[in-house]
């Protein structure tokens, strides 16, 4: 089983820059497609982007399309979110999660979330 630990969060500006990790641990990242996701407050949760075990798939949801990056070092079971241009509405907790081996979608392992402000 994979355990999975964000960070990088935290309070910037409109127009800032941030870029969140996420590190795996207890088996090899290259087993798992991942994705980062992101909770507002009394918002659903939604998925901002996901790239495939080999890297070479990625998916951005439209808000986020042009301005976030996904993309995975699996030497360093480190997969990474940067974000450019960054609006009030990106502020959310932010999780990276994995597939359950064999899957592409069905995340089933999650970290505990970095939280991502951003003032106007």
């Known amino acids: 089983q994979v355990q999975l630990v964000e960070s990088g969060g935290g309070l910037v500006q409109a127009g800032d820059s941030l870029r969140l990790s996420c590190v795996a641990s207890g088996r090899t990242l290259s087993s798992y497609a991942m994705g980062w996701f992101r909770q507002a407050p009394g918002k659903e949760r939604e998925r901002v982007s996901s790239i495939s075990r080999s890297g070479t798939n990625t998916n951005y949801a439209d808000s986020v399309k042009g301005r976030f990056t996904i993309s995975r070092d699996d030497a360093k079971n480190t997969v990474y979110l940067q974000m450019n241009s960054l609006k009030p509405e990106d502020t959310a907790v932010y999780y990276c999660?994995?597939?359950?081996?064999?899957?592409?979608?069905?995340?089933?392992?999650w970290g505990q979330g970095t939280q991502v402000t951003v003032s106007s």
């Open positions: 999660a994995a597939a359950r081996l064999g899957t592409s979608y069905e995340y089933g392992y």
